[in-house]
C-alpha cells in the first residue's frame, strides 16, 4: 500500500524555524518528483516547493530563499522552513507525482503565531 506521511508540523513564532518530513512507502518513489503544497483556511491549495527525481529544487517566489527541500534515498523528502511568517500559516501536503501515478499525504498543521 502506497502511503505519504507528513511530520513536524506544529506551532512556531514568527522568525522561528521548523522541519517538515514526508515518508514515502509503498514503492520505490526513487524516480518520482517530489512537492510540497500548503493550504491556509479558506484559500486553494498552492504549490509551495518541488524538487525532481533527479535533485532539481524549484520553489515559489513566497518562499525563495527561506525554505529549502531536500530529499535522500530512502523515499524521504523534507522542507526546511526558516524565517516564517504569520502568513505561511497552512496545512501543508507532500506529493509524489510519476505520471500517471499521483499521491498525496494527509498533511500536517504548520501555525505561525505570536
Known sequence: QVQLV???GGLVQPGGSL???CAASGRDFSFY???WYRQAPGKQRE???GITWGGRTHYA??????????RDNANMVYLQMNSLK????AVYYC???????????????????S
Open 19 to 21: 522541519r517538515l518530513s
Open 47 to 49: 504549490w509551495v516547493a
Open 33 to 35: 518528483d517530489m512537492t
Open 61 to 70: 517566489g513566497s518562499v525563495q530563499g527561506r525554505f529549502t527541500i531536500s
Open 95 to 113: 506529493k509524489a507525482e510519476s505520471v500517471p501515478n499521483v499521491y498525496w499525504g494527509q498533511g500536517t498543521q504548520v501555525t505561525v503565531s
Open 86 to 89: 504569520q502568513e505561511d500559516t
Open 6 to 8: 507528513e511530520s513536524g
